[in-house]
Structures are given as structure tokens and as C-alpha cells.
């Protein structure tokens, strides 16, 4: 199922046992079938479903453009920071996922170098950091996320027109 979700084969394994655990030895795996397989029926009914498989495949080799990080931070009251950070954020809405399988910061990982970043990451999404130029810039990367979503799900090109998004909404 990993590889038809395009998720990593040992995050669905993970899932599994958590699963398991959680059902417990009473086992009541026929009735966790049959919900899954209703849930199933209803999203091959759903016209409007989203294909998230779609939308990873399309951001597999997807950097955030410079001059596009530059405009959600312009403005926001806080120093450059790196567009890595707004590559993996981006991804993880965009993907609906868990931004540590974002590609770039899995690449980064497997190079040794993922830690800085994702301890970035982790004190810009912090609840008591969510506030203030920290805020606009989530805010924003929310918005481009979601015009990066729709044209991954046009099948469009990755390419964002920041004619549409500008100029930012004030937080």
C-alpha cells in the first residue's frame, strides 16, 4: 500500500503496528477491513477527491524559487531566511503529509545535513512562535501552497504566477 499512497515503505509499516496495537488481540480486524473498504467505495464515488500521489509526484524535484521566497518574506519583519524552509513547508500542505518526507529534507537527511533545517522548521511551526512576522509568513506560504495544489491538480506546471497572490493580505 506504500507505494500506491507513494509514501515510504517503513512509514506505512509503522502505521500498521500502531494499528495493531491500538485494535488490540481482540482482533477486530474484520470491522477495520470493512470501514477502511467503505471509506475506500466512497472516495472512488467522490469526484472531487484529491490525488495526493498526483500532487508528491509533481513536487518530487520542486524547490521553492528564490525571488518567490523572497516575496513571502518581504515585508514580514524577519531576516532571510532559508528557502529551504519554504520548500518543505509548501510540500507538506501541498501533499497534505508529515514534512519529514518531504523530498528535500529526505535528500538532506541521507546527505547528513537535514538536522539544521528541520530544527528550523520546528520553531517556526512552535504554537507560542506562531505570532507576528513568524504568522505572515506561514500565512503566506499557506497561500501559495494552495495555488501550487490547485495546478498540481490541473496537471499545470509548478511554475506560480505571484501576480495572483500579490500583494499579501495584511496579518
Known sequence: CAEQLGIPAGAADR???????????????EEFDDIVEQIARHLD??????????????????????????????G??????????GTVLIWESVAQAEHLHSPL???????????????????????????????VILNRIEEYAALLARQCDDHASTDIDLGELLPWEEA
Not at 15 to 29: D, H, K, M, N, Y
Request: hydrophobic share 35%.
Open 105 to 135: 529534507l529526505t535528500r538532506m537527511r541521507r546527505e547528513g545535513t537535514g538536522r539544521r533545517l528541520n530544527d528550523k522548521i520546528a520553531l517556526l511551526r512552535t504554537p507560542s512562535a506562531r505570532t507576528g512576522s513568524r504568522l
Open 76 to 85: 514580514a519583519r524577519m531576516g532571510p531566511q532559508d528557502p529551504a524552509i
Open 45 to 74: 464515488e467522490d469526484e472531487q477527491r484529491v490525488n495526493y500521489a498526483v500532487r508528491r509526484r509533481a513536487l518530487q524535484h520542486w524547490q521553492i524559487p528564490d525571488r518567490h521566497w523572497t516575496a513571502i518574506c518581504t
Open 15 to 29: 502505521s500498521i503496528e500502531v494499528l495493531r496495537r491500538q485494535i488490540g488481540p481482540a482482533s477486530p480486524w
